[in-house]
């Protein structure tokens, strides 16, 4: 289906768009049979997995064999997600021709995420509120706050050489932590445990966890399933990446007081 005025081409990228972008797999699926239906199509049939969408129908008398498309997991976007929400809302009222929700689509899916300083500050005022939200003084919240200062460029140049996953969030988590122990050694800060828990808060796969749940009450079992484990690895490789660096500092330290 290369066609661009193709109403299932239309609805495919659009799923395609949602699922790139973090959006649970009832909200995917919705959009794509709500898409369909909106245009009139003869007949529409989708199932759509954590990593994969597979669609076929009739568009104009004409079969359309199945599509079978593989959907890597990116970056999570709200703002997409939402904006494609919006997007398949106009289309049900009426408001966007084929070509037109192309032209959108395309728009929307070229958005920018933010840029590294906006990012950068708000990763640093994250983990400086949580860290004094868990009890942390307002020295700690200062030093999670220069944590988190440096731990955003360091994730923005591991996506930008496209390191792993697991790889990212395990040198992550340990650098939070030595950045932790290091500012704690100069003064910056009262409690490591405060300092690191702030520290490594952007880590933590807190959308992914939410969307397997809500997969599981929508029924789509095997998708949340996929999601759950992949929030429960991305939790366990946070957890040896600073268990590693606690531990040698520890250990170098004789075991004293951190």
């Not at 909106?38 to 599509?67: K, P, R, W």
């Not at 958005?111 to 307002?138: D, E, I, M, Q, R």
Request: net charge neutral; aromatic share 8%; with cysteine.
């Amino acid at each position: 289906m290369k066609q661009k005025s193709s109403i299932l081409e239309l609805s495919f990228a659009m799923g395609e768009t949602l699922l790139r972008n973090g959006a649970e797999i009832s909200r995917v699926q919705e959009t794509m049979e709500r898409v369909a239906s909106s245009f009139h199509t003869e007949e529409f049939n989708v199932y759509v997995l954590s990593n994969a969408i597979f669609a076929n129908g009739i568009e104009d008398g004409v079969q359309h064999t199945t599509q079978l498309r593989h959907i890597p997991a990116t970056a999570i976007h709200l703002g997409r997600i939402s904006a494609v929400n919006q997007l398949s809302r106009e289309i049900a009222q009426g408001q966007h021709t084929v070509e037109e929700a192309f032209d959108i689509l395309k728009k929307i899916q070229d958005s920018p995420f933010s840029p590294l300083p906006l990012a950068t500050a708000a990763c640093a005022a994250g983990c400086a509120c949580f860290s004094y939200l868990f009890g942390g003084s307002w020295l700690d919240a200062l030093a999670a706050l220069c944590c988190g200062a440096l731990l955003e460029p360091y994730l923005y140049l591991t996506k930008k050489h496209q390191l792993s996953k697991f790889l990212t969030n395990l040198s992550a988590s340990a650098l939070a932590a030595l950045c932790a122990f290091l500012f704690l050694r100069i003064g910056l800060g009262e409690n490591l445990d405060k300092i690191i828990i702030g520290s490594i808060i952007r880590l933590v796969p807190g959308v992914a966890l939410t969307t397997s749940i809500r997969d599981f009450f929508n029924g789509d079992y095997l998708s949340g399933t996929i999601r759950m484990i992949d929030a429960i690895l991305v939790g366990g490789c946070i957890a040896v990446g600073v268990g590693v660096v606690v531990r040698l500092i520890s250990f170098m330290t004789g075991g004293g007081p951190l």
